[in-house]
């Protein structure tokens, strides 16, 4: 059996891939028949999935140690690279556009496929590789600022991960040094991190001009693939989120100020929801994924598969170390039909959520066995799904890692997914603000944020911590750096994950089965197109958010919190 450290990476050069992604083409522009065509079509495609593959390998092995030598300079290399490659999915996009067997193609493949092609058309050209090539740099040093934390605590040295077990301390104390040591980190380091952020909104604004859009926000939203919606049906949701969450989720925090009896409630309060302490789950990283095991196995014959799948071929790396990039992901690796998990576990709550947000990304792909890399993964909103949904599906086995403190840990799960939304939609209007006006200063932008944060978060008491009285808390949140505009995604995966949980507590079996189909499909349709397969209502439906919401605040308001 071939396990994860087994896996081959080898350094691809630019020129002999130049060189097969030539031939390929030269075979699709010639082909004499659609057959022809479609056999040059997919050897392409098994180029980009190598190339993927090979990227992907580098990045799980670089941000598992970021100080590792060998990967730091492959990631350096990837950096300069796969623009380069992109461009070539670009070209093959534009003979696709270009094909006498379009139509058949789409028969065959799906009208997708030529929708993805197109939001790729509109966001790149050669021209701007040298540019993607310095962003990529940019990004890769926000990364490696992050991963470099070292922060003297408690007589301990820790990583921003460790601390946010310290965040979450019962007593308050504790809990207003580990944040005021967390952001005190970006404090100290705020020059840089504003540096950063500042290059990286000047490059992407330039990228936007030379492929004459009026700035990076119109063109993000080619770049992220929004297919069917744009950017004032965004705002329009925003706004269902600010009417009709946000007043929902100051009642919660006010509950939340009863029960941790203070008089004010402070932003180093919000990570602890109960006088008697978090839910914690009952064991360590290895007893947790025995009972993810037996959760997995019980909840369907597919997710047991999956699970043993994952554990059986060592493709998730779970525990906080030194050196290692903060966050979570799931990738894939083609060569391998793989999915792998990356998290930083530290004994809180958070450590059974990427057992189940993560895995629900990594079953989707396990999932879906459309050959298309395309069709791999959904676009960002409709991926995001899974994950979500995954973690409501898994509520009948919270009792394995919580024991007692089970029905605590329900309430304050679904509590966390609504009060989510208001600050999700905060990152996503942030964005808007800082792209729409690129000449901003970095003091600027942290005055745009306060202004977006008491819309949204009016609540927020930050208790006089001057760095983030001053409006820069959004630096930690690293999707602003690494992947613009992907974090409204969530909000709306988010509004779908609570309808699936609505359906699953009137009937688990059917919900279940909407969601074993919806995760076959993968990419294959476009984020609205999916929504309607898994019989959602869509989020930018007026009424959709008002609806769930209301579901979700009656479950809670039935709870009788005070017990907690």
């Known amino acids: 059996m071939t396990v994860f450290e087994d896996f081959q990476y080898t350094r691809p050069e630019v020129a002999a891939y130049e060189k097969k992604f030539e031939n390929a083409f030269d075979a699709f522009r010639s082909a004499k028949s659609f057959e022809a065509a479609e056999a040059a079509f997919l050897q392409v495609n098994e180029l980009r ?34 623009p380069l490659f992109e461009g070539k999915t670009t070209a093959f996009y534009q003979l696709l556009m270009q094909s006498p067997y379009q139509a058949q193609l789409e028969k065959k ?4 496929l030529f929708s993805l092609a197109n939001a790729q ?11 993607m090539q310095e962003e990529n740099k940019w990004a890769s040093k926000y990364t490696k600022l992050i991963a470099a934390a070292k922060i003297a ?56 001009h030379k492929l004459g859009f009026a700035n990076y926000t119109e063109m993000s939203y080619y770049r992220m693939a929004r297919i069917g919606y744009d950017k004032e049906m965004v705002k329009n949701y925003r706004e269902q989120i600010r009417r009709y969450v946000v007043p929902v989720a100051n009642k919660l925090y006010e509950r939340q100020r009863a029960r941790l009896g203070v008089e004010k409630f402070y932003f180093y309060d919000e990570p602890y929801y109960f006088k008697t302490g978090n839910a914690k789950p009952k064991g360590d990283a290895d007893w947790i994924l025995k009972h993810g095991k037996k959760m997995y196995h019980e909840l369907s014959p597919e997710t047991g598969e999956f699970f043993d799948y994952m554990i059986d071929h060592h493709l998730m790396d779970l525990l906080a170390t030194k050196g290692k990039a903060g966050g979570g992901y799931c990738t894939y690796i ?7 998990i990356f998290s930083n576990f530290n004994g809180t709550a958070g450590d059974i959520d990427v057992l189940t947000h993560e895995a629900g990304h990594a079953f989707q792909v396990y999932s879906t066995k459309n050959n298309l890399i395309d069709y791999r993964w959904p676009t960002y909103e409709g991926a995001e799904i899974h994950s979500m949904s995954m973690e409501f599906f898994t509520w009948p086995w919270m009792n394995l890692f919580f024991k007692e403190e089970t029905e605590k840990r329900k309430f304050a799960h679904l509590s966390e997914a609504l009060l989510f939304l208001p600050y999700g939609v905060s990152v996503d209007e942030f964005q808007h603000v800082v792209y729409e006006h690129p000449e901003m200063t970095p003091a600027e932008r942290k005055q745009a944020w306060k202004e977006i944060e008491q819309k949204y978060l009016p609540h927020r008491d930050y208790d006089g911590m001057n760095y983030l009285e001053r409006g820069g ?31 699953s507590q009137e009937d688990f079996a059917s919900a279940w089965k909407d969601y074993l189909h919806l995760c076959k499909q993968g990419g294959s349709q476009s984020f609205l197109d999916l929504v309607q397969t898994a019989k959602l209502e869509s989020p930018f439906k007026e009424g959709c958010v008002s609806t769930v919401i209301d579901a979700v605040s009656s479950w809670l308001n039935q709870v009788d919190d005070s017990q907690f």
């Open 121 to 131: 058309l509109k966001s790149f050209s050669d021209d701007v590789i040298p540019l």
């Open 109 to 112: 493949w799906g009208k997708q």
């Open 334 to 340: 083609f060569d391998y039909q793989s999915p792998f």
């Open 153 to 208: 605590f408690d007589g301990e040295e820790r990583t921003l991960a460790q601390l946010m077990a310290d965040r979450e301390s019962e007593d308050r104390e504790v809990r207003k040094a580990a944040t005021a040591a967390y952001f005190g980190y970006f404090a100290d380091h705020e020059e840089e991190f504003d540096t950063i952020y500042d290059h990286l909104v000047k490059i992407r604004t330039e990228i936007a």
């Open 49 to 82: 999935k190598h190339l993927d593959t090979l990227f992907n390998l580098v990045e799980i092995r670089h941000t598992i140690n970021t100080e590792d030598p060998f990967y730091k300079e492959e990631n350096d290399y990837m950096d300069e690279t796969m």
């Open 473 to 503: 808390v959004w630096q930690r949140q690293g999707h602003i750096y690494e992947s613009p505009f992907y974090y409204i995604d969530y909000t709306l995966a988010q509004v779908c994950a609570f309808e699936f949980w609505k359906k």
